[in-house]
């Protein structure tokens, strides 16, 4: 609960303002609530306008994407980048394709974004991007077209050291391609411009698999340190079958979990025996299937229509990876009942607040998306790294760094947690301790 006069007066100049933008209210209600013990200690984050400042993007951008499908018709969508927080970076952030984009979603994201950024200790700032384009269904030719069309305005608000996109949902490695490929061509440019980007030409090893591995290496960090456990043995509900979901599976699975689920926005599949990794690689990832087809393909393994049913198979641990606001109440109690002991987040906000507070009620693990979901971010930004230095480091390299980021994001949540009476609190430690970097850098860089 907002008690903090100050913290108080900003959401309420946030919900004027940005009433109509829920998930946006959501994401920063959240970060607001757990920052009020930081915000009493520190009146110099009042004196500067900090918090009303970090609530409003440094620059929104909104533009038509307009460009004709194969049969000759002109199509129109919106395309959005939100500039969200400079101070201790070029912003940074994923471009999501996706029909339920609107301002408020990007806004949420952005925002979710600067605190993450800061989290891995890596100089970036916030940001996120995207439009209510939906790649499903089209030809790689619109793809394509329609990712020149939307780089072609999108070219004139980024750079290298200015605000460096990466993917998000329905944004992988074909779309990068094209979108890099068009940035190139109209700035006469061979640079750094987006992350994500294929081995031959620029992209970091293990940036693919970033995102699902640095879940796990976070999970498996938080278990260690806070209950003296680990994935061995353990059954895990992993929600989505895109890039996280996919790598969080091949992690989990190597470090000794079975892995028995796997959904998309249709339904998703329960294979008691666990899942087989490579059946949904070559689903999703070789011709773009839907999950329904593993059901179909291997024997035991039942279908269920509506993806909200994957929260009641019962699990020791849950790794919810396709959307936000995917587990609500409803679907917490349902995790609890089952048994479920520890949800973390590869999914950006995918619970509700009542979902939340299902998990503190009975004393869950509970690791949030902004921590949880850190690894794909920071292997971005040892893609940049790669990228200024104009050379290559390993997949064991990489891996090595992201590991070891990971678990540093456990370590430093729970070390600002301690500091500010919240002992054990994964969520109030990764908000407070994003938070404490940006504010001191906003405060030195004066009143902008
Ligand atoms: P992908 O597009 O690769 O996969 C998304 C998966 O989630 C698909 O299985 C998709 O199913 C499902 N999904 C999407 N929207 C919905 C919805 N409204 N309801 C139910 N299922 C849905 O995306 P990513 O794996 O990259 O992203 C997944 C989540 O992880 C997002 O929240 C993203 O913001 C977050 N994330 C991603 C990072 C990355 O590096 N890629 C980094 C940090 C966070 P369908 O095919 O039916 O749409």
Known sequence: MLTNEYVKRVYDQVQKRDGDQPEFLQAVYEVLDTLQPVIAKHPEYEANGVLERLVEPERVVKFRVAWVDDAGKVQVNRGYRVQFNSAIGPYKGG?????TVNEGVIKFLGFEQ??????TTLPMGGGKGGSDFDPKGK???EVMRFCQAFMTELSRHIGQF????????NVGAREIGYLFGQYKRIRDEYSGVLTGKGLEFGGSLARTEATGYGLCYYTAEALRVLKNDSFEGKTVVISGSGNVAIFATEKAQELGAK???ASDSNGYVYDPDGIKLDIVKDIKLGHRGRIKEYAERVPGAEYHEGCAGVWTVPCDIALPCATQNEIDEASAEALVKNGC????EGANMPSTPEAIAVYQKNGLLYGPAKAANAGGVAVSGLEMSQNSYRLSWTFEETDAKLKSIMESIVAESLAAA?????????????NIAGFVKVANAMVAQGIL
């Not at 002991?341 to 973390?344: G, N, R, S, Y």
Request: net charge negative; aromatic share 4%; with cysteine.
């Open 114 to 119: 600067i605190l993450k950024n800061s989290l």
């Open 259 to 261: 892995v028995v689920t």
């Open 341 to 344: 002991k520890v949800v973390c």
């Open 418 to 430: 301690k500091e500010y009476g919240e002992e054990g609190d994964l969520m109030a430690g990764a």
């Open 139 to 141: 030809s790689d030719a």
């Open 95 to 99: 471009l999501r394709f996706h029909p």
């Open 162 to 169: 200015t605000d460096v996109p990466a993917g998000d949902i």
